[in-house]
């Protein structure tokens, strides 16, 4: 039976969450609604200002507009449902449901690595080729870096959800997460699922792996110009601002890797619960901090924002 009868004939899926036990479900409903809330305050005010601020209009915030967009869809894609969860007696939730959130989550998932890796690249022009900048990173490459990321994401995740949609579920329909993740699935289908584990690890691995690959050379390039930099304090700012650029980008593509691009025989349902919180929650709502509240321009807009002026470009 493949997933578009068991829509209509087979029993939904039974997403058991973070936890079993009662008494610790109100605290972590309060504990990633914090969350939740913070990162999707974090990043609509990132893009809010970006837009509101013609001071903000070049390539690199126009990309951080898209990264925060981005963030902002992805944790709405399984955390809202994780919160209701935390608190319902019915945790289901139907095939064709399964599949859409899925979608969606590899979708937005492979878009904000696209972007890290964009927005990488944007640095190391900056600082590699300064006097190049303005043609290398026109509104045309930059439109086309976006739409390539966008482009990409739909179509690896439509390749995957159009297999998965062919499995059958003959036995247990309990998945052992707070959402419909692909390794938990597969764990429970009795159909073959040898080529989607091939796909896997070869067009996902692609999609996941060399974003964090240019992203490692865009920032090796970047660390040889900072230590040539005659200021001592230069050189500190610039090394903090990597430092913390390269320790979020870390733990997004480390914890992506570790779950993924491992066979599913090998899964841990809890390690991967835990893994999977860190790149769904933890890092979207670090992103705006890490990549603009501490930056003077982005706290200038805001406070244009919230005061209802107008920044230009002379005024930064």
């Given at each position: 039976?493949?997933?578009?009868?068991?829509?209509?004939?087979?029993?939904?899926?039974?997403l058991l969450g973070l936890t079993k036990n009662?008494?610790?479900?109100?605290?972590?409903?309060?504990?990633?609604?914090?969350?939740?809330?913070?990162?999707?305050?974090?990043?609509?005010?990132?893009?809010?200002?970006?837009?509101?601020?013609?001071?903000?209009?070049?390539?690199?915030?126009?990309?951080?507009?898209?990264?925060?967009?981005?963030?902002?869809?992805?944790?709405?894609?399984?955390?809202?449902?994780?919160?209701?969860?935390?608190?319902?007696?019915?945790?289901?939730?139907?095939?064709?449901?399964?599949?859409?959130?899925?979608?969606?989550?590899?979708?937005?998932?492979?878009?904000?690595?696209?972007?890290?890796?964009?927005?990488?690249?944007?640095?190391?022009?900056a600082i590699r080729h300064p006097l190049y900048?303005?043609?290398?990173?026109?509104?045309?490459?930059?439109?086309?870096?976006?739409?390539?990321?966008?482009?990409?994401s739909h179509t690896h995740s439509l390749l995957?959800?159009?297999?998965?949609?062919?499995?059958?579920?003959?036995?247990?329909?309990?998945?052992?997460?707070?959402?419909?993740?692909?390794?938990?699935?597969?764990?429970?289908?009795?159909?073959?699922?040898?080529?989607?584990?091939?796909?896997?690890?070869?067009?996902?691995?692609?999609?996941?792996?060399?974003?964090?690959?240019?992203?490692?050379?865009?920032?090796?390039?970047?660390?040889?110009?900072?230590?040539?930099?005659?200021?001592?304090?230069?050189?500190?700012?610039?090394?903090?601002?990597?430092?913390?650029?390269?320790?979020?980008?870390?733990?997004?593509?480390?914890?992506?890797?570790?779950?993924?691009?491992?066979?599913?025989?090998?899964?841990?349902?809890?390690?991967?619960?835990?893994?999977?919180?860190?790149?769904?929650?933890?890092?979207?709502?670090?992103?705006?901090?890490?990549?603009?509240?501490?930056?003077?321009?982005?706290?200038?807009?805001?406070?244009?924002?919230?005061?209802?002026?107008?920044?230009?470009?002379?005024?930064?």
């Amino acid at each position: 039976m493949d997933a578009a009868n068991e829509s209509s004939e087979g029993s939904p899926f039974i997403l058991l969450g973070l936890t079993k036990n009662p008494s610790q479900r109100q605290p972590l409903f309060l504990l990633f609604l914090v969350l939740y809330v913070a990162g999707i305050l974090g990043n609509g005010l990132i893009v809010a200002a970006i837009r509101a601020s013609p001071a903000l209009h070049t390539p690199m915030y126009f990309l951080l507009a898209h990264l925060s967009f981005a963030d902002l869809c992805f944790t709405s894609v399984t955390v809202p449902k994780m919160l209701a969860n935390l608190l319902a007696h019915d945790r289901s939730i139907s095939p064709a449901g399964c599949l859409t959130q899925m979608y969606f989550f590899f979708a937005l998932g492979v878009t904000d690595s696209c972007l890290l890796a964009a927005m990488a690249y944007d640095r190391y022009v900056a600082i590699r080729h300064p006097l190049y900048y303005a043609t290398r990173m026109s509104r045309a490459m930059c439109t086309a870096l976006v739409g390539t990321a966008w482009l990409v994401s739909h179509t690896h995740s439509l390749l995957h959800i159009l297999l998965m949609a062919r499995l059958s579920f003959c036995a247990s329909h309990q998945v052992p997460h707070f959402f419909c993740d692909h390794q938990p699935l597969l764990r429970l289908s009795c159909s073959d699922t040898r080529h989607i584990q091939l796909l896997i690890f070869t067009e996902g691995a692609a999609v996941v792996v060399t974003p964090f690959l240019l992203i490692l050379a865009s920032y090796g390039a970047i660390a040889a110009a900072v230590l040539q930099l005659p200021s001592a304090t230069g050189r500190l700012r610039a090394v903090s601002t990597c430092g913390s650029h390269l320790a979020v980008v870390g733990l997004f593509y480390g914890t992506v890797i570790a779950v993924y691009l491992r066979p599913t025989s090998r899964y841990e349902a809890e390690r991967g619960r835990v893994a999977t919180v860190m790149y769904t929650v933890v890092t979207p709502m670090l992103n705006p901090v890490i990549y603009s509240l501490r930056n003077r321009d982005v706290q200038g807009a805001l406070r244009a924002l919230f005061t209802r002026r107008r920044i230009s470009a002379g005024d930064s």
